[in-house]
Nanobody, 126 residues
Framework: QVQLVESGGGLVQTGGSLRLSCAAS????????VSWFRQAPGKDREFVAA????????DYADDVQGRFFIARDNDKNSAILQMHRLTPEDTAVYYC???????????????????WGKGTQVTVFS
């Protein structure tokens, strides 16, 4: 069982940066791939970024590639999403999710996630 808690959301101006954190408790965090998703008002939840269990493999949605960076520290049971050059289109609730790492093909699918955090709000104003 893994519990996930996001933090670091807030209000930021266009072009700014934010760093989201995902703190995990419970056993076996290092066995899990971690994905970030986001959901804007009136829209479906969408994949943002993922990292494999060891931190050696990452994946990004096209619209955040080069602006967002995902990392993890298994010793600290945590993962982060560093976001740069934010735009109002990045406004959403951001969720951290985890799954036992079996295949990178599953990193983007919300249906494969076994554990979810409650989310943290990111609001980008112009």
């Amino acid at each position: 069982q893994v519990q996930l808690v996001e933090s670091g959301g807030g209000l930021v101006q266009t072009g700014g940066s934010l760093r989201l954190s995902c703190a995990a408790s419970g056993r076996g965090f290092a066995d899990y791939a971690v994905s970030w998703f986001r959901q804007a008002p009136g829209k479906d939840r969408e994949f943002v970024a993922a990292i494999n269990w060891s931190g050696t493999g990452t994946d990004y949605a096209d619209d955040v590639q080069g602006r967002f960076f995902i990392a993890r520290d298994n010793d600290k049971n945590s993962a982060i999403l560093q976001m740069h050059r934010l735009t109002p289109e990045d406004t959403a609730v951001y969720y951290c999710a985890a799954q036992l790492d079996s295949s990178p093909a599953k990193y983007r699918g919300a249906q494969w996630m076994e554990y979810w955090g409650k989310g943290t709000q990111v609001t980008v104003f112009s």
